[in-house]
């Protein structure tokens, strides 16, 4: 597989910046296009179903490449946050078809993009939770947020959608054990660790984090230390104020 240029590290405020980006506004955003490079290239896309650096393969180029280095054929993999789908896809290629992937998404408008990347591509290994992971099985507010990407859930939220628990579905059999989850859900990690508490104690998967608030990431940090995992920073700052991380559980 080719490895991806990472066009997203050239910064749009630059003269050579908004040159590269400037064809790009002439896509519609209903266009179906290529994925260009990388482990998904050529696999179809929806242009204005997220960030165009989805479709050109150099979103979240650093994270992108970690997640290749960690997700091995026939693992099982959870997509906490999937939004409209790049992770899954990306996930779905490195397991296999031995391996499956189950995307964890709450907001419609999302979920119809999710199933739309899924199914124009053929994809038989994704299975979609339409739901919010938390601490609780039931019904929670929902901020939709005018960015797909910034929906979170909220007391005040103007939505209601389905919450669940990740040891309730391991524990009645509803979905595999994860080798490597990634979660990225806008504040609510530290619910969705305590809610996958008895999961992660058990199979001790792999785990990519994105925190999103200090009091959060702080919680998030010491739910993973007490549970003897090593954590690695996935930006240039330590792991006590990096906002994308990996945590590993220590060898026995």
Known sequence: MC???????????????????????????????????????????I????????????????????????VARGDVVYDLGANVGF??????????????VYCFE???????YLKRHIEMNGIQNCTIVEAAVANE?????????PERSTAHLSEHGEKTVRTVRIDTLVQSGEIRPPNVMKIDIEGAEAEAFKGAAQTIESHRPTIFLATHGPAVHRACLQFLLDRQYVLVSLTP????SAAELIARPRAS
């Not at 650096?53 to 970690?66: D, L, N, R, T």
């Not at 700052?237 to 006590?240: K, L």
């Open 3 to 45: 490895v991806p240029m990472n066009l997203s590290g050239i910064s749009k405020d630059t003269f050579f910046g908004k040159l590269l980006r400037s064809p790009l506004k002439l896509i519609p955003p209903t266009a179906v296009v290529p994925i260009l490079q990388g482990p998904l290239r050529g696999k179809k896309w």
């Open 47 to 70: 242009a204005g179903s997220s960030t165009n650096g989805c479709w050109v393969g150099s979103f979240e180029y650093e994270k992108q490449q970690a997640f290749r280095g960690e």
């Open 87 to 100: 992770y899954s896809l990306l996930a779905s290629v490195l397991t296999g078809e031995k391996g499956h």
């Open 106 to 112: 709450p907001l419609a408008r999302n979920i119809a």
């Open 137 to 145: 099985n039931g019904q929670a507010g929902f901020d939709p947020s």
């Open 237 to 240: 700052d330590g792991i006590e």
